[in-house]
């Protein structure tokens, strides 16, 4: 707010003084989970599978991941190829597409699988946003998809990490 009502007074100071001055201002308007914060997952769009690992129910092709169906499997970043540092106790929002005609079922985990951040959930086609904590004596981050034989082959894009 302080700076929008500093840019406000430089406008108004310019107008008045018939100059013309450049300046950015910059401040969150977002409503949406995680605002401003930085980017914590790398490669969420998977342009390069490089920050990414995959069991063999899940490739890394056309810039999405996608699940086969062929057996329980994972899609995760190692704390260590994420872009920023994830913390104990502290709430994340996790965003993602579902780009495919399948309902997926999926899991949310830390990396290796040890920490449950979300239970199963059906994903159809569409965009999601969901909420979770890290533990207070949480010592492994990262994030895991761990998909479920139970849903359907399907592909996931725009996977986004933000502290809340």
């Excluded at 994972?74 to 260590?80: I, K, T």
């Amino acid at each position: 707010m302080k700076n929008l009502l500093i840019g406000i007074l430089l406008v108004l100071s310019c107008a008045l003084n018939a100059q013309t001055v450049t300046t950015n201002v910059w401040y969150n308007t977002s409503t949406e989970g995680g605002g401003g914060n930085p980017e914590i997952i790398s490669q969420g769009t998977f342009e390069a599978s490089s920050d990414w690992n995959t069991t063999p129910a899940w490739t890394i092709s056309d810039e999405k991941a996608n699940y086969s169906d062929a057996d329980y499997g994972s899609l995760y970043q190692d704390h260590g190829d994420m872009l920023e540092t994830m913390t104990v106790s502290t709430t994340y929002v996790l965003s993602f597409d579902i780009v495919s005609t399948g309902t997926l079922r999926l899991r949310i985990q830390n990396s290796t699988g040890s920490t449950t951040y979300r239970e199963y959930e059906n994903f159809a086609t569409g965009s999601y946003e969901r909420e979770f904590t890290t533990a207070s004596d949480e010592s492994t981050f990262g994030l895991r998809f761990f998909a479920s034989t139970s849903g359907d082959a399907g592909s996931i894009d725009n996977v986004s990490l933000k502290e809340q």
